[in-house]
């Protein structure tokens, strides 16, 4: 199993700037990706950045040149660096993984989530 742990969400505003976190533990041996998602009221949640274990990155069209998502050397961590954010960011974030874990497949976690806004 794998547990993700987010930090860092809050209420900002609008143009200012936020860092997620988000921990990795548990019994896998290989992270193949990290991922942070988004849920906003109302609508489905969409892939806001993803970055695999060798580095490859890729953002949703509406946070490019604002976001940068990166993972530490051990690969057990990702941040997400949110700036010049704006009200449409207002979104619970999810961290995602899919890992190798000992002794089964490699699959899909998820964490709770850390609530953003972003009001003035």
């Known amino acids: 199993q794998v547990q993700l742990v987010e930090s860092g969400g809050g209420l900002v505003q609008p143009g200012d700037s936020l860092r997620l976190s988000c921990a990795a533990s548990g019994n896998f041996f290989n992270i193949y990706f990290m991922a942070w998602y988004r849920r906003a009221p109302g609508k489905q949640r969409e892939l806001v950045a993803r970055?695999?274990?060798?580095?490859?990155?890729n953002y949703a069209g509406s946070v490019k040149g604002r976001f940068t998502i990166s993972m530490d050397g051990t690969k057990n961590n990702v941040y997400l660096q949110m700036n010049s954010l704006k009200p449409e960011d207002t979104a619970a974030y999810y961290c995602n993984t899919f890992a190798a874990v000992v002794g089964g497949p490699a699959t899909g976690y998820w964490g709770q989530g850390t609530q953003v806004t972003v009001s003035s």
């Open positions: 970055i695999t274990n060798d580095g490859t990155t």
